[in-house]
């Protein structure tokens, strides 16, 4: 088994080295250009933007790590995207029969071996792993303040997280234009009552006073996407109102007192 998966190794390295290093220094043998319409198209823009460079020197870089046996399962992640799209502009745009079964059998080896080192990315495939600095009992990760609902988040916990959702929708708001930085604005909606959900629940208060900002919100939100009109005056009104009536839920959040005992939302959150 350990010999194939060096011999694997070796021929997969050694392709993805020749490979980059052609289309970069040497220009022994021709690029595919395409036959087919949209893979003609696609790879013009890939030659043009000079992205088709940066994937070649993905696969020069790797390919050199992964005959060297340094770094291989890193390398094997990085280039397993550029093998992807390789497969996909030959069977699905090119339809070429040898192109198409060179990609399949590319992306089938970096498949191959990445399972060979499927030790080295346990830690990638945790079900919910905390990120660094994150309590590992989940008190405090991302996922207890702002994906369940259910439980409490304390007024220490609070008030940082609310500054960064704050600063999160800043940056969207005046540094990503257009409808990007709308939609990404209108997803932080969700996190956003998840933890005045919590913060109520610390408090001993059911959740209902989040739905008040939460509507206001949404339908602002549809106001400034154009998917809502209320009116002249209604549809300068509403987003004002929804941006009010927020700010005044995360103050109380971070100015109300929790529970020190435990309540029907859970047990007390320690600071």
């Not at 949209?38 to 000079?50: F, G, K, Y």
């Not at 930085?181 to 005045?196: C, F």
Request: charged share 10%; aromatic share 10%; hydrophobic share 55%.
């Amino acid at each position: 088994m350990k010999s194939l998966v060096l011999a694997g190794r070796l021929v997969f390295g050694a392709w993805m080295l020749s490979n980059g290093a052609n289309y970069l220094f040497l220009s022994l043998w021709p690029m595919p250009t395409g036959h087919e319409p949209l893979a003609i198209q696609l790879m013009a823009a890939l030659v043009h933007s000079r992205l088709l460079d940066v994937a070649m020197t993905i696969q020069l870089v790797t390919g050199a790590l992964i005959v060297a046996g340094v770094f291989v399962p890193v390398a094997l992640c990085v280039v397993m995207p550029v093998s992807t799209c390789a497969l996909f502009w030959s069977a699905v745009l090119d339809h070429q029969a040898l192109g198409a079964l060179l990609a399949l059998l590319a992306f089938a080896l970096n498949g191959v071996l990445m399972l060979a080192y499927i030790d080295y990315y346990k830690g990638a495939l945790q079900w919910q792993p905390p990120m660094a600095g994150e309590p590992t009992n989940h008190r405090g990760s991302f996922d207890s303040l702002f994906v369940h609902p259910g439980g409490r988040t304390s007024r220490s916990q609070f008030v940082p997280a609310v500054i960064t959702l704050a600063a999160v929708a800043a940056f969207y708001a005046y540094f990503v234009p257009g409808r990007s930085g709308q939609w990404s604005m209108l997803v932080l909606v969700v996190p956003a009552i998840i933890l005045h959900v919590r913060r109520l629940h610390d408090m001993g208060r059911n959740a209902w006073p989040v739905l008040i900002p939460g509507i206001l919100a949404i339908a602002g939100f549809a106001i400034w996407l154009h998917l809502l009109s209320l009116g002249a005056q209604l549809d300068v009104i509403v987003p004002r109102a929804a941006l009010v009536v927020s700010v005044a839920l995360a103050v109380w959040g971070c100015i109300g007192k929790g529970q020190t005992e435990a309540n029907s939302f859970g047990a007390p959150v320690e600071a």
